[in-house]
């Protein structure tokens, strides 16, 4: 029965995704909302909201992954009119279902339907990434791909007690120290020369982003896997992780991360590669 269900909502999931007219796929935020089973739309809202805030603090950004539009939409006497919705990634879809209220069986459905389609497109672009040439193009993916997976680190790490943003950066330095030889992220930006307000992951190069992609991913999954319980033991589960990390790409003969060069802001090369897009775009 379990399963029927489960088959039900995925299928219901896919039934609402539409294709643009660049051939991309979306989600209509209506759609989502009733298949997410909130009786009104005004009460989505803040559901849609909060998966913003998730978006911008995974460092991506949300005009790629919310778009404002206007859709028909049958009202009570069976006419039509344009009513504002937003256009959704599966990404942002993901966030939704992630900040959506947890009570319901369709989100939890919805949170493990999202997640499995997030994972399959990532082992989609991986084959993408082995294609790319240049070293701002794997930057530019890396760093896209660490913003997605801090995201799910987060959740993983909320389960485990770390709840308060204070305890989570505490937890995010205890990754760092573990990768960085003991380095948290204060002593990184100061080690490597960054400004306080520059973020040590815009500064990263391929190696350095691919090293912090797969401490983020194994501690994730280990969080989860064992079912780890309580602040001390997550803190002490990132270090690990991170000390696993920096054991393997030492016994590979490979550069400490500390080590490694500091790169250009990767906002610059998101900047030229918007720019491309757009006159080509215009071509």
Known sequence: MTNDLTNQHSSLFEQIKQIDENGNEFWSARDLSKVLEYSEYRHFIPVIE??????????????????????????????KRKTESVKLSRYACYLIVQNADPGKEVVAL????FAVQTRLQEIRQMDEFNRLSSEDEKRLFLRTELAMHNI??????????????ID????????????YGGLDSKAIHKHKGLKKSQQILDHMGSTELAANLFRATQTEEKLKRENIQGKLNANKTHFEVGKKVRKTIQELGGEMPENLEVSDSIKKIEGLQKAKTSISKKK
């Not at 799910?152 to 943003?165: D, F, M, R, S, T």
């Open 168 to 179: 989570y950066a505490i937890f995010q330095n205890h990754g760092y120290m573990g990768l």
């Open 110 to 113: 919805g949170q493990t339907y």
């Open 50 to 79: 909060r998966a913003k805030e998730a978006c911008i603090n995974s460092g991506s950004a949300i005009e790629n992954h919310f778009e404002h539009m206007l859709e028909m939409v049958t009202i009570g006497s069976g006419a």
């Open 152 to 165: 799910q680190l987060a959740a993983a790490a909320k389960n485990a007690g770390v709840v308060e943003p």
